[in-house]
């Protein structure tokens, strides 16, 4: 099977994987990969990330020009943003999942550093995650606040919206978003409850070991 279609295969798979789980809904949602060839997959506009066909992908060039298949996502500048700015990036995965849109709207949330440090494996997974404001669907300026980051974060969570995540492939990206999604859900179930988060000396710990800025 070529790269191509392997890519087509995966990002189908996946994609129904994290709809049938409740992890977007309706048309919410997308996915884009970037093959060997620079040329780009990405999930069409108005699809259901749980009804997805591998041959209506949309592909686009390198410069994320349309080739063929169906009329790309419209939240393409989410996923520019992060090919352009973190050369290593191999996928991004963008979702409307429930917890992370709570821990988005809630007072006392950190905007420089979204999740509480409550286990090791968002820590290793996304470092330090970014709160970025409320934008109206569609508006170009979700792109251009994600740019403004420079390349630092791998993880924004867009208020109101939803989270983006960026990875070396689509396997890494789809697990870390997954982790956002799970600490963000385990921090509002403890919320008010004084858990017991990691010590400082582990966290500093976690990061030093994994290579995460934290
Ligand atoms: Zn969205």
């Known amino acids: 099977m070529s790269e191509q279609s392997k890519a087509r295969e995966d990002i189908c798979k996946i994609a ?6 409740g992890l977007t809904c309706g048309a919410s949602g ?6 060997s060839d620079g040329s780009f997959l990405v999930t069409p506009t108005g699809s259901s990330m749980g009804f997805l066909d591998p041959a209506r992908i949309s592909h686009l060039s390198e410069k994320m020009e349309f080739l063929d298949g169906d009329k790309p996502t419209k939240e393409i500048p989410l ?54 404001p409320f934008f109206m669907p569609g508006d170009s ?18 208020a109101n919206h939803g989270p983006v995540v960026a990875g070396k492939d689509l396997w ?38 994994f290579d995460v800025d934290w």
């Open 79 to 132: 996923h520019s943003a992060f090919y352009d700015t973190r050369t290593q990036t191999g996928a991004v995965v963008h979702l409307h999942s429930t917890h992370s849109v709570a821990l988005s709207m809630l007072p006392g949330t950190d905007p420089d550093n979204v999740l509480p440090p409550l286990t090791p494996y968002s820590i290793m997974r996304l470092g330090r995650v970014k709160l970025l």
């Open 172 to 209: 890494a990206a789809t697990y870390a978003i997954e982790e956002l999604e799970e600490t963000a859900k385990l921090s509002l179930l403890t919320r008010g409850l004084s858990p017991v988060g990691l010590p400082e000396e582990t966290i500093q710990q976690v990061a030093k070991t």
């Open 16 to 21: 129904k994987s994290l709809f049938d789980r």
């Open 141 to 158: 300026a979700m792109g251009a606040a994600i740019r403004g980051l420079a390349g630092k974060r791998s993880a924004v969570l867009l």
């Open 30 to 35: 997308n996915i884009s990969v970037r093959l």
